[in-house]
């Protein structure tokens, strides 16, 4: 962590397996920004039981997924990769933040409704209540900035609401995040469905290219893409939701801008196209799961990192909590 340097946050949840859309919209980006920021990255394992998990799978998926992000390119010696839970202070801040939050605006989050309707038989508080422990993640940290997808784009307005409403009653405490978005990947979308996005939890698992998948199911899921009839690779989104999906993803693998792409497929049909987007992918796919599977070997070193890393985070979040413990009034001893 380097003096001078802003203060960046970011999380995924250790639910289901990652999809190329958690990779491109998100981790992607962390593995850029590492260089410029003093980076916390967490396994936002808190937020994933708002939905019921089995105990023996959470805790291998988190173990799994901090593998995951070292495969990825997070560097432990850069940034501070920690699991959300083992810094207390998240549980702590997201209490008081609670008391600056209103019932009302936490029914109309996005994501609360859309949970609520999949998991109509635990509408817990939790589900409701997952907005201000995203906000305390990010507010403990001072961070400038939070590199997410799109999806995540309406829970981080609350948490800058949140930061102002307490920055306004009492005094500036909270530095008032803002989002950053990788533009071609912020909402990549299912290969079957191109007008939602592409997720852990779809309902059809061929819609979604999982970063476990190996290359034959990565090139499966790619042929069966929907695309539309006119038969032409041209960017635009409102009208080729499917081949706009596919020259998004293609141009994020790649490293390559969609201009570029667009004219390196001209006068190509969908199923070369296609294949080409898939192999792409593959080929990218294949070295980082080769890596997360060693990594996975040697569980002594990455509890090691865990640890590194939730005491650096604990440090930080505490310097917060007790400006806010301060500040409101708690009797300290
Ligand atoms: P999660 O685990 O659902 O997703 C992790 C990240 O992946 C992004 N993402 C996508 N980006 C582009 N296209 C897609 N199809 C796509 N699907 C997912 C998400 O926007 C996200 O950035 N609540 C968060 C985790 C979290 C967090 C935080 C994030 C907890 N505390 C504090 C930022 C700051 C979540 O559920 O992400």
């Not at 980076?39 to 173990?63: G, K």
């Not at 994501?111 to 038989?121: C, I, M, N, V, Y």
């Not at 990594?295 to 509890?303: F, G």
């Not at 917060?320 to 500040?327: A, D, I």
Request: proline fraction near 4%; aromatic fraction near 10%; charged fraction near 25%.
């Amino acid at each position: 962590m380097k003096d001078g340097n802003k203060n960046l946050y970011s999380a995924v949840q250790p639910t289901n397996n990652l999809t190329i859309g958690n990779y491109l919209g998100a981790i992607k980006n962390w593995v850029r920004l590492q260089n410029d920021y003093n980076c916390y990255y967490a396994i936002a394992n808190m937020h994933a039981i708002t939905v019921r998990q089995d105990p023996a799978e959470l805790r291998r998926r988190t173990l799994s997924l901090a593998a995951l992000f070292i495969a990825c390119g997070i560097d432990p010696e850069k940034s501070a990769l920690y699991v959300q839970s083992t810094v207390p202070a998240h549980a702590e801040l997201c209490w008081v933040l609670n008391t600056f939050t209103y019932v009302g605006e936490m029914g109309r989050m996005t994501q609360f409704k859309d949970k609520s309707q999949k998991h109509a038989d635990n509408i817990n508080m939790g589900l409701m209540d997952y907005p201000v422990l995203m906000a305390a993640d990010i507010l403990l940290y001072q961070a400038a900035v939070v590199p997410i997808g799109k999806d995540q784009t309406q829970h981080l307005e609350i948490a800058r609401d949140i930061a102002q409403r307490f920055n306004n009653a009492y005094t500036p405490t909270f530095t008032v995040p803002e989002g950053v978005y990788l533009k071609a990947a912020a909402n990549i979308c299912d290969l079957l469905n191109p007008d939602k996005k592409m997720s852990k939890s779809a309902e059809n698992i061929n819609g979604s290219i999982f970063l476990t998948d190996d290359r034959d199911t990565v090139i499966r899921k790619f042929k069966r893409a929907v695309t539309d009839s006119d038969g032409q690779i041209i960017y635009d989104p409102e009208k080729k939701p499917g081949v706009s999906n596919l020259l998004s993803i293609y141009s994020v693998f790649s490293d390559k801008s969609i201009d570029y792409a667009v004219k390196e497929f001209s006068g190509r049909g969908y199923g070369d196209f296609k294949l080409a987007v898939a192999e792409t992918v593959a080929d990218k796919l294949a070295p980082i799961q080769a890596e997360q599977e060693k990594l996975l070997k040697d569980k002594e070193y990455l509890d090691g990192v865990l640890k590194k890393g939730r005491d650096i985070a604990a440090y930080t979040a505490n310097k917060t909590l007790n400006k806010v413990y301060k500040k409101i009034g708690f009797y300290q001893i």
